[in-house]
């Protein structure tokens, strides 16, 4: 049983950071080829498609994921800074090159140490601290040598890593499942960044901008909200 469950582990884990590849690649490709800028709305129609997703699996009775306002109000710190994080990840993501990005956002670690011995009052080994001082010196050497240096950036990157550790500090405090999570993120997303898109005029900009009978932008946006 042991043996399955550090099998199912690693499994997990290499899907994790396969999915986390090609969904760095394609929102790099659409941001750079095409010059997309429209990231808020892109973060808001990605949540109306997850909710969608939810409910027709729910329907067809796969899984049974119920919304509860009380719920939504006591998740709605961490679905906030998940939002934001993916907001400025993705505008930090434009300007940087996938290698620079990706050392980047090792830093979550350690703000995810930093907010834990703050908030939950959890202090880590020595090992775990040397282990992440290691990943910090190697992005700052990685940093100093970059030859896109890029300032406004490398500030979106590192509120990435803020708002990411705020999230996994935050959820710690619940128990509620990944499922459940998925569906609050998606609803504190689709209203509160529906609603900036729309007032920003964000949304309207973005089909008056784009040329929806190129069949390879059509392909590449419908590859990153899916």
């Known amino acids: 049983m042991e043996k399955n469950n550090r099998i ?68 709605f710190y961490p679905s906030l800074s998940q939002a934001l994080n993916t907001i400025v990840a993705l505008t930090a993501l434009a300007h940087l090159n996938i290698a620079m990005y990706g050392t980047l956002k090792r830093l979550t670690v350690m703000f995810i140490l930093i907010g834990e011995m703050v908030f939950l009052r959890k202090f880590p080994s020595t090992n775990i601290v040397l282990s992440v001082t290691i990943i910090v010196s190697g992005t700052l050497i990685a940093g100093y040598n970059d030859l896109e240096f890029h300032l406004p950036s490398y500030v979106f990157a590192l509120a990435s890593c803020v708002f990411q550790s705020s999230y996994l500090v935050l959820i710690k405090q619940s128990k509620t499942r990944p499922l459940d999570l998925l569906l609050y993120n998606s609803v504190t997303s689709a209203f509160l960044i529906g609603f900036a898109s729309i007032v920003t005029g964000d949304v309207f900009s973005f089909i008056d901008s784009y040329n929806w009978t190129d069949i390879n932008f059509v392909v590449c946006i419908l590859q990153v909200l899916l």
């Open 8 to 75: 199912k582990g690693v499994v997990a884990a290499c899907f994790y950071v396969l999915v986390s590849t090609i969904m760095t690649f394609c929102n790099k490709h659409l941001l750079s080829v095409y010059k997309y800028s429209h990231v808020i709305t892109l973060v808001a129609m990605q949540s109306v498609i997850i909710l969608v997703i939810i409910q027709v699996l729910n329907h067809l009775k796969i899984t049974k994921i119920k919304w509860d306002w009380a719920l939504q109000r006591e998740l």
